[in-house]
């Protein structure tokens, strides 16, 4: 594979090399990892910026639909849209939004919108490390809007909120108790809280839903990444479509409000560091589980349990030889 052909094609906006980019991210193959690198290298020059927006919110609460509402309406107003998942369950379910397709019929449809399911993967690190790299092709092909959608499940939204410059909570309507069920640390999270379903019967408990949480979201600490009224909570309904435009307005307020404070670019420079250390982990922790590794330290594990070398030092020696590998 020419990567140097595929970088320029990515860049070009060609959906099926982007698609097979993607592709080539999502391989756990050494060689591949290492072509990943060079592409990811080649694209980071190409002066492209999308809005990254993480959408979270458990099961039935209706983030399919309301991305298939909010991405046509992004693509009517001539946006391009990608739309990715970060499901670390996806190794049974094939993935959150593949499984949900039909839900998004029209926008997978919809030439201006691309769409890709979780890679089938259980563990949460590949995946989101794989995702990473993915937002960040779809951002070098021209998207303008990047969505990644998790289901809530507790870490996904944290490693969802690294690599996004913007993390919205979906919610459903529910009555006062229920909004214990949203984890603090979730809440200290949300850029933007939208209480989908206020519609028909359900408008006015959503009505609550939302005064409730915007008295919630006023309790936490103030963070410097929000200007005045931020972090906010607002209804919208993915089905009747609306509160949509507000919705985007809001999210774009609040980017462009970071943009000039200089707080995004802090933001991205922040998540590369973290990916950074955590390719380097990753990596490390890889050729660990290599079989001359694992060979050498059971060896060197063995020589310490019968007192021939102090841990320390066989911990040094076992290392350098990983150094060397
Ligand atoms: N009344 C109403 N139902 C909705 C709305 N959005 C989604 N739903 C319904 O909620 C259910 C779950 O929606 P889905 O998009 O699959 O949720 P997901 O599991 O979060 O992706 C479906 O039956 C949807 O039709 C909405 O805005 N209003
Ligand atoms: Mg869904």
Redesign the pocket.
């Known amino acids: 594979m020419d990567i140097a052909q595929l970088a320029e094609k990515v860049i070009a906006g060609d959906r099926r090399a982007l698609a097979r980019a993607v592709t080539l991210v999502e391989s756990r193959r050494a060689d591949h990892r290492a072509m990943t690198a060079e592409l990811m290298e080649r694209l980071r020059g190409a002066g492209r910026e999308a809005v990254r927006i993480g959408l979270s ?10 991305i298939e509402s909010f991405g046509m309406m992004l693509t009517g107003q001539g946006l391009r849209v990608a739309v990715l998942a970060v499901d670390p369950s996806s190794a049974r379910s094939g993935g ?1 939004i593949l499984g ?1 397709k039909t ?1 998004m019929e029209r926008l997978s449809r919809d030439p201006k919108a691309f769409i890709r399911p979780s890679p089938a993967q259980s563990q949460l690190g590949g995946v989101a490390r794989r995702s990473r790299e993915a937002v960040a092709l779809c951002e070098a092909a021209g998207f303008d809007v990047v969505l990644v959608e998790t289901v809530g499940v507790g870490q996904s939204e944290t490693v969802v909120a690294e690599m996004t410059d913007l993390f919205v909570l ?1 919610l459903a309507p529910a009555g006062g108790d229920e909004l214990q069920g949203v984890k603090r640390g979730i809440m200290e999270m949300a850029d933007l809280i939208l209480v ?2 206020a ?2 019967a ?1 408008r006015e408990t959503a009505t609550r839903t939302r005064a409730d949480y915007a008295g919630a979201l006023r309790l936490l600490r103030k963070r410097p990444q929000d200007p005045e009224g931020f972090p906010k909570a607002m209804t ?5 479509e609306a509160g949509l435009p507000e919705a985007w307005e809001t999210m774009t307020e609040l980017v462009g409000w970071r943009r000039a404070q200089g707080h995004f670019a802090r933001n991205r420079a922040d998540q590369a560091r973290y990916w950074f250390r955590e390719e380097v982990r990753h990596v490390l922790l890889a050729r660990l589980d290599e079989p001359d590794a694992k060979a050498r330290m059971a060896a060197l594990a063995d020589r310490v349990a019968q007192g021939e070398a102090a841990p320390a030092a066989a911990a040094q020696e076992m290392l350098e030889s990983l150094g060397k590998g």
Request: hydrophobic share 30%.
């Open positions: 919110g458990t099961p039935g609460v209706g983030k399919s639909t309301f959150s949900d839900r979906l989908n379903k519609d028909g359900l919208v309904s993915a089905v009747e």
